[in-house]
């Protein structure tokens, strides 16, 4: 069997295709939410950047925001043949990327993201069978379509502080 075709997403992108595919990409507090169907062979992938858009915006559909990128993965995998009920899920991202100083509140974006991707998959009733979210640091995750393997290298922020100082 041929090499797989690597496919690299950058945030508010998905894919979704066939066992000649492997799909990667690099997350921070973004998340990917990933689908596989076993017995096809067939699967996608996002990153999105916030849980959710803005109120009141009357637009196309937008990868860059959880709901909506679900909502084009399942568009996509749809018109492949397989249905929410056929896939199962895993979840990667949602880092803490910014250390809030003693009297800072950041918002926690990638706490937010995670649990959004949680809750989606579990309103369309897809099972999520392995997750790796929020912590500090980033994570670089490579999806194989074929195997629905999914390879993941955490980097913690002060792992990526020591390295840059060095």
Request: proline share 4%.
């Amino acid at each position: 069997m041929a090499a797989a075709k690597t496919i690299v997403l950058l945030p508010g992108e998905h894919f979704a295709g066939d066992e000649r595919f492997r799909v990667r990409t690099l997350l921070g507090s973004c998340v990917s939410i990933v689908l596989w169907q076993p017995q096809r062979l067939i699967g996608a992938m996002s990153h999105f950047v916030l849980a959710g858009a803005p109120a009141g915006q009357a637009r196309a559909l937008n990868g860059r925001y959880g709901d909506e990128a679900l909502a084009l993965m399942l568009a996509d995998l749809g018109g492949l043949g397989v249905t929410p009920a056929d896939c199962l899920a895993k979840i990667f991202g949602g880092g803490a990327m910014f250390e809030a100083g003693p009297r800072q509140r950041l918002p926690d974006v990638g706490r937010q993201n995670g649990e959004a991707a949680r809750t989606l998959l579990q309103r369309h009733g897809i099972p999520i069978v392995s997750e790796s979210l929020f912590g500090d640091g980033h994570r670089q995750i490579i999806f194989s379509i074929r195997t629905g393997e999914v390879w993941m290298r955490h980097v913690r922020q002060s792992t990526a502080n020591a390295r840059s100082a060095a």
